[in-house]
């Protein structure tokens, strides 16, 4: 239960390797998934826990190991938070930039598809700022998956 089969050291590499990865992936995967989770999503991160959990323990079943890789993410996700929050270029590297998807009662279907945002998410962001799209001066899709409207 103590014994670690691996050195100390591994558990923080693969926690750190697995980390920057899954970091990668997550923002490649766009701002709509981070932002607002489907059913789908929600497996889609259940099913890549259980697909990293073997990569960040090697096999080793020990509590140490398992705390060491605890503590290593935690870690990890304070360093990542602290950097964003102090530099902008960190900022937009990992969390992205805002979008506008339409401005004066107008959509811009490229950027909707280019963004993967429904039509319909953005009629029920209109219909939550009880908007109509003719009196829409801007619908904009925020770095965490948002989507604000801007009245007239």
Known sequence: ??????????????????????LVLVRLSG??????????????????SESVSNALNGGDNSLGGGLISAA?????????????SHSKTAQRTVEGHEVVLGRNGRLYEDVLKRER????????????????????????????????ILQH
Do not use: H
Request: net charge negative; aromatic share 10%.
């Open 117 to 148: 945002v429904a039509r319909a998410e953005v009629d029920e962001a209109l219909r939550e700022n009880d908007c109509t799209l003719e009196k829409m001066r801007c619908a904009v899709l925020e770095t965490d998956g948002r989507i604000s």
């Open 31 to 48: 701002k709509r998934t981070v932002g607002q989770f489907t059913p789908f999503d929600l497996i889609v991160v259940v099913l890549l």
């Open 1 to 22: 239960m103590f014994d670690l089969e691996l050195p100390w050291w591994e558990f923080v590499l693969r926690a750190t390797v697995v980390y920057g990865v899954l």
């Open 72 to 84: 290593t993410l935690v870690i990890l996700n304070y360093l990542m938070s602290l950097l964003t």
